[in-house]
């Protein structure tokens, strides 16, 4: 019998607290639990398997932004632009701010025009290329 031995490494690093963090209860008061629907399905995001890296912000953020954009959106682009914000890129993981920005500041890119944003941001071309073409 063959198995395949997994190792979960845990990518989401966690936040430090920042005073700047909307609060939507804060803000807005907060709701009644009970007047929420059992269920609410958007719609269903399309899983990619991210194998054993780091990648689980990009990966998400990636699946839940193409269910709204609609289209398939690129995680590894993601993930290089969201280590470069951080400041990061050698470090194992991910914070969830970092990820986010990546979608506010620059957007996503289509699976289809990763060559396009490899040609067109050379700050990340390096990292871009090991993380798409490896």
């Known amino acids: 019998m063959n198995e395949e031995i997994k190792q979960i490494k845990g990518g989401l690093l966690e936040e430090k607290r920042d005073r700047r963090d909307f609060s939507f209860g804060k803000v807005f008061g907060t709701i009644d639990l009970s007047t929420i629907p059992d269920d609410f399905v958007v719609g269903e995001p399309k899983q990619k398997d991210q194998g054993n890296t780091d990648f689980c912000t990009a990966f998400s953020t990636t699946s839940a932004s193409g ?54 941001f050379p700050e990340y071309n390096s990292l871009l290329y090991c993380l798409v073409y490896r």
């Open 67 to 120: 269910l709204q954009e609609g289209v398939e959106l690129n995680p590894f682009w993601q993930f290089a632009a969201s280590k470069m914000i951080s400041g990061n890129p050698e470090q194992w993981g991910q914070q969830l701010h970092p990820a986010l920005k990546v979608h506010t500041k620059y957007g996503a890119i289509d699976e289809k025009d990763v060559q396009w944003a490899i040609m067109n």
